[in-house]
């Protein structure tokens, strides 16, 4: 079977690109996210299965590695690692700038994405619903049971292994990671159900391990085959060890599944690594194994130079798909990541470092690998016994994998149903426009409008139009002239809105006017020094309050309009939006005179006020706090002067309780926060 007749499905998260190591830290995640950007940019999304790999769970970390080792992996924070410093030595991590393996935030969570990625990508295998498996994520091969190591935390690759050998006898996996997969060769170290074959650089390298002489324990000796190497591998001598020694491998093993940690790091000018290894040397080994139709799992690795990293990984997908994609890099591509800024180029040029490995020496290393390869008999097989529980991947209800919670569930529950307009409740209503059906809205909207033009309302909430809550507005005031203030709003006079004949249907109870009146604060009355033409005047309202009730005027009275004195006239005006969010700002009940101001223009038409008098006995006095400052009436201007407060004043005594026997001064009050 040709590469480009398999079905090929690739695992991805953009979670994955948000964790971070630190920023002296050479492993960066973001890397995965550059190769997905390539990815999509050559339009390779639409020739595979796309998935979001679902997090593996506690439970399923726990199948291969200690369970007070994934605890304190879900536990440790930068924020709390102090707690934690003893199991941070046993288990070796350490603090970010500090460590391979720091404590970063999102540990956790960034070790089930990438984990969840390979573990779904061996259950798609196991379910026979894909020939290849792409996860960029994983491939994290220095992680052991109870031990962090080489800036993994999570082995990946052993548990993806595991749900593999849940419906396969055997299963290989090849390492072309420059560093030694000591985490999975320790694993399976002792088994013959599994094979590891790592190509990798040895000596004083990290992690040290991976001696040709190697070979496995028990059950798994000669299932454990280590190529140790020198640094300056090129594209041939890879080539004339990888390919005999994978033939004889097949042969001799018959593996049912493959898993590949196709670590980046073995390609020319790594960052951390030695190798001299082209694109196409680096993928010709990817193919070589997807040929013998074997099911396939490719996973990452190392990579720590991340332009060829998304190069290396974007260019073998293309492969696995049966692609060769042009050495332009397309021009999306660029513009999201310009981190191409070198060639603009997909391919990348090795350098002319010399090969230390002699063909002498490899043929010593090739012909002892061969060796102990020939000793194994035939293939093993596995003995009969109760199969595990298989990995169930759930159906994803989203629609899109760049938007997480959306499709039509989220809709049912976002917008209210049509039938739900039958209601009285006004809590059964929100005032946000995406909470009723569009059409239902835009209805209403009309209506609203409508009466705004038959009322000669100007709704407040829209930015240049004074009404309730404006900058500007406007008083009436018994003299029948109109004064407008700058920093306070109005709490006008709205009589019942009568229902016009055209209207085709009554809105909802959000959008009813409401009838109110003018509001003076609990337990305050004005000061007894107002002018006689305000208190007149407010003499007339009280009275006219009490004859008319909550509106304060007379059947058929309304309130005084632009045009002339209060008196029967066109409606006033009429919100037929009151939004229950914003209350109505306080009137204004007399001018305010800032210390080292010039005296404004006199505001002593104000609001309706009540008849001035002594004030009653019952009203207690107000304490002032120390941090505020307190209210002086001058008594000549009749202004109010904002003074500090002084700490030293004796404490006032109780309102008719004066020494003198004269009223007390009024309460004093704080400024009027504008």
């Not at 640094?231 to 001799?252: A, L």
């Amino acid at each position: 079977m040709s590469l480009k007749n398999k079905t090929v499905a690739y695992f991805y998260d953009e979670e994955i690109g948000n964790f971070s190591y630190g920023t002296t830290n050479p492993m960066r995640p973001h890397r995965v996210r550059l190769t997905h950007s390539l990815v999509d940019s050559y339009g390779l999304g639409t020739k595979m299965l796309v998935n979001r790999p679902q997090p593996s769970s506690a439970d399923e970390l726990e199948r291969f590695h200690a369970d007070e080792y994934v605890n304190f992996l879900s536990s440790v924070t930068p924020d709390n690692q102090d707690e934690y410093l003893a199991q941070m030595r046993r288990f070796n991590l350490g603090c970010l700038g500090e460590a391979d393996c720091p404590v970063f935030d999102g540990l956790f969570e960034y070790c089930q994405i990438y984990t969840g990625g390979s573990v779904n990508s061996a259950a798609l295998m196991n379910d026979k619903q894909a020939d290849i498996c792409l996860n960029w994520s994983g491939g994290l091969h220095h992680a052991k049971k109870a031990e962090a190591s080489g800036f993994c935390f999570v082995n990946d690759i052993v548990l993806a292994i595991l749900e593999l050998l849940k419906v396969h006898q055997r299963v290989l996996y090849v390492d072309i990671d420059i560093h030694h997969g000591d985490g999975v060769e320790e694993a399976f170290y002792a088994t013959d159900r599994v094979m590891t074959v790592s190509f990798h650089k040895y000596g004083d390298f990290f992690p040290g391990t991976g001696s040709v002489e190697d070979v496995g324990v028990g059950d798994g000796k000669h299932y454990s085959v280590n190529v140790p190497l020198q640094e300056g591998m090129d594209d041939e001598s890879y080539r004339f060890m990888f390919e005999p020694i994978m033939q004889k491998v097949m042969e001799v093993f018959q593996p049912e599944a493959i898993v590949v940690c196709g670590g980046a790091d073995s390609l020319s000018g790594d960052r951390l690594g030695c190798f001299n290894l082209s694109l196409e040397g680096h993928a010709d080994c990817m193919e070589f194994l997807a040929k013998f139709g074997v099911p396939l799992l490719i996973l990452g690795g190392g990579g720590y130079t991340l332009r060829n990293v998304a190069r290396c990984w974007c260019f073998e997908t293309s492969r696995m798909l049966g692609l060769d994609l042009p050495d332009q890099l397309p021009d999306s591509a660029l513009k999201e990541f310009d981190l191409y800024d070198d060639t603009h180029r997909l391919r990348i040029t090795v350098s002319n470092m010399k090969n230390g490995n002699s063909r002498k020496k490899l043929e010593e290393i090739k012909t002892s690998v061969l060796k102990a390869l020939s000793n194994i008999a035939a293939a093993p097989g596995a003995q009969f016994a109760p199969v595990p529980p298989r990995h169930q991947i759930k159906d994803d209800p989203e629609e899109d994998m760049d938007v997480r919670g959306g499709g039509q569930a989220a809709d049912d529950r976002r917008i209210v149903k049509e039938e739900d307009y039958g209601s009285d409740n006004d809590a059964d209503f929100m005032d946000d426009k995406d909470s009723v059906l569009p059409q239902q809205h835009a209805q209403h909207v009309q209506q609203a409008q409508h009466a705004q033009q038959q009322s000669g309302y100007q709704d407040s909430s829209r930015p240049g139009t004074p009404g309730r809550g404006s900058v500007a507005s406007t008083y009436a005031t018994p003299g029948g002239s109109r004064a407008a203030t700058p920093g306070f709003a109005a709490d006008p006079v709205q009589p019942k809105m009568e229902p016009k004949q055209e209207r085709a249907a009554t809105p909802p109870a959000y959008m009813r006017s409401v009838t109110a009146e003018p509001k003076l604060e609990r337990g305050r009355t004005p000061p007894p020094n107002i002018s006689a033409a305000a208190s007149q005047g407010a003499s007339q309202t009280a009275a006219g309050t009490a004859a008319g009730g909550i509106s304060g005027q007379q059947e058929g009275a309304l309130p005084q309009t632009a045009g002339g004195p209060a008196g029967p006239g066109p409606s006033p005006r009429v919100s037929p939006y009151l939004s229950r969010r914003s209350p109505s700002p306080l009137p204004l009940r007399h001018s305010v005179k800032r210390e080292g101001s010039e005296a404004g223009p006199s505001h002593a038409e104000g609001p309706p006020l009540p008849p001035s008098g002594p004030y009653p006995t019952h009203v207690p006095a107000r304490a002032q706090p120390a941090s505020c400052g307190h209210m002086d009436i001058d008594e000549p201007a009749q202004q109010m002067s904002f003074q500090p407060h002084d700490q030293n004043k004796s404490k006032p005594e109780p309102h008719g309780r004066s020494s003198a026997g004269t009223p007390p001064p009024p309460p004093s009050y704080p400024p009027p926060m504008i």
